[in-house]
């Protein structure tokens, strides 16, 4: 009887060692879980993360023509700054500019509505009473990475890529009344995002002209950087640092948002 109840006090505690183990990894390689610190601790070895390229080292521009203007973001890693301790671009045109930021992001979701954290589900969480100037929403890698449905510019399928975008400029439209810009990443060798990108082209010049592209993906001026500056500027080949965003980025975004909110 000693025997089996050290046997099984020794099978639980490896059970927990191994859980204690997976929750480690998962904080280090997934900023998931109670080890999510380990993470945040790994990003800030990366040259392009140090202090001086923080949100909290940005000096206001007071005579930004953005100042004031009332932009809602949603998306999910790339617009909540993954890679950058949560300070993405839309954090930069806040501090930068005087951007008025509604920033909804969760890392990990999609466009298309497959589950309760997709874009369209977290759509509602933006208030039906904003006066804003400007809706960007995030072409989500993710949406090509979990292999979703991409259906057609014309769609009305929330649980396709297009459908959902289809859905939240609608949503848009009738809450807001403002112009929606759509962002890419910049270029990484994925066939599934690049018909994305090709599809976001074709709907933008086809819809009216609330509608609008930032395409990083295909601007082969932008996406001319030296290795050394991809090495600062980004994490892995779809997460800026907060260099990224601060030095590459935003000159990008201040530039497209200026030329809709004139």
Known sequence: MKKKSLIIGGVTGGVIILALVGLILAGYFASFGPFSFLFNNYLMTKEGNAEKYSVAEVIPDENSSLKGKKIAFLGSSVTYGYAALGESFADFLETKDGVIKYKEAVSGTTLADIDNQSYVSRFSNFS???????????????????????????????????????????????????????????????????????????????????????????????????????????????????????????PEFEEVIAAICQ
Not at 175 to 186: E, R
């Open 128 to 250: 039906t009473d904003l006066d804003l100037d400007l809706f960007v929403l995030q072409l989500s890698t993710n949406d090509a990475s979990k292999r979703a449905e991409l259906g057609d510019i014309s769609s009305s399928d929330k649980t396709t890529s297009f459908g959902a975008i289809n859905y939240i400029y609608q949503k848009v439209e009738e809450q807001y009344n403002c112009p929606v810009l759509i962002y890419t990443n910049p270029y990484y060798q994925n066939e599934t995002y690049q018909n994305m990108v090709s599809l976001a082209e074709e709907l933008c010049k086809d819809e009216n002209d609330n509608l609008y592209l930032l395409n990083l993906y295909d601007d082969e001026e932008f996406n001319s950087i030296t290795s050394e500056e991809r090495k600062l500027y980004m994490f892995d080949n779809i997460h800026p640092t907060r260099c990224g965003y601060q030095n590459w980025w935003l």
